[in-house]
């Protein structure tokens, strides 16, 4: 668990534990803006913890936070982060 501090309304910091995550890639807006482009890392993909459904299929969990794509969606950011929560 890594910890991330955050400032409250109040002005005070307090420290949160986090889950660790390993950077895999990054979501950015098309230059025509009509898609997003998603970019993987294929080493970092490669160390990506999966799982296997009941059909024998093997997936790889990531996560990409909504208010960040929103941010990348309406312009406001260029770029965010795809990731895999790790478990430790």
């Not at 986090?18 to 890392?41: F, H």
């Amino acid at each position: 668990m890594t910890k991330k501090t955050q400032t409250e309304e109040n002005g005070n910091q307090t420290e949160m534990d986090m889950p660790d995550s390993l950077l895999v890639g990054y979501v950015r807006k098309s230059n025509a803006g009509g898609a997003l482009k998603i970019s993987i890392n294929t080493r970092a993909f490669q160390d990506c913890s999966t799982y296997e459904t009941s059909d024998g299929q093997t997936y790889v969990p990531l996560v990409i936070s909504m208010n960040a794509v929103r941010r990348v969606i309406d312009g406001e950011r260029a770029v965010t982060t795809v990731s895999q929560l790790q478990d430790n």
